[in-house]
């Protein structure tokens, strides 16, 4: 079965120092999206990706936070630099295409520590 | 804003016993609702999804309703196995925006 993939599954890093996640979708989804779940909470939508072009950013802290996905397949997450409060599970999900109706299919996730 | 709110946040029950999570949402244009599981330290897994023109949904020993116009979900599972001990978390897609809005969750325990 088609599964999202995410690396690394654990990251630690200092305060001021620069982290990047990667994600790779279930092929064919042409919709992409990253979401923040600090522990106990459900996930935030940081931003969402409908083939190579941003549809959704608005919670995304730009002065830190930076995503891409060039060609439209998979997908990069920078934070530079990091701070204590990024501490979390940064997940990926995608979907076939950009209907409401369409299941988003999530990734294991990468967990992030700042100390 | 839309608010979702998942009680009890913690649940813990024996083995075999049917159970029943409840969610709640503030605002009752969604375009649908969602009930997810996500085992510790891992990513999300679709359980059921329900339309807004629906009522409820069924997969196996799990069931879902939703009552739109109060603003409630609720997710039963039946003969609940130590296999379903996991965090369920609920989601709507509010409308307008297409994002879906999460609860925090109901850690659920299942003990043999």
């Known amino acids: 079965e088609a599964e999202v993939a995410q690396s690394p599954r654990y990251k630690i890093t200092e305060k001021s120092q620069a982290v990047a996640f990667w994600c790779d979708p279930i092929s064919g989804h042409a919709t992409l999206y990253w979401y923040r779940q600090i522990l106990g909470q459900g996930p935030e939508l940081l931003v969402q990706f409908q083939d190579e072009s941003v549809v959704d950013d608005s919670q995304l802290p730009k002065d830190r936070f930076s995503a891409e996905r060039l060609k439209g397949v998979d997908s990069t997450l920078k934070i530079q630099p990091a701070e204590l409060g990024d501490s979390a599970m940064y997940l990926c999900?995608?979907?076939?295409?950009?209907?409401?109706?369409?299941?988003?299919?999530f990734g294991p996730g990468t967990r992030l520590t700042v100390l | 804003k839309q608010e979702v709110t998942q009680i009890p946040a913690a649940l813990s029950v024996p083995e075999g016993e049917n159970l029943v999570l409840n969610c709640s949402f503030t605002d009752s244009a969604i375009y649908n609702l969602q009930w997810f599981r996500q085992d510790p330290g891992k990513g999300l897994t679709s359980l059921l999804l329900i339309q807004s023109s629906q009522r409820e949904q069924t997969s196996g020993r799990l069931n879902a309703s939703l009552d739109k116009s109060s603003g409630r979900s609720t997710l039963y599972i039946a003969a609940s196995q130590p296999g379903d001990s996991a965090t369920y978390l609920c989601?709507?897609?509010?409308?307008?925006?297409?994002?879906?809005?999460f609860g925090k969750g109901t850690k659920l325990t299942v003990n043999p």
């Open positions: 999900a995608s979907s076939l295409g950009d209907r409401i109706t369409d299941t988003q299919y």
């Open positions: 989601a709507v897609i509010q409308g307008g925006s297409e994002k879906l809005v």
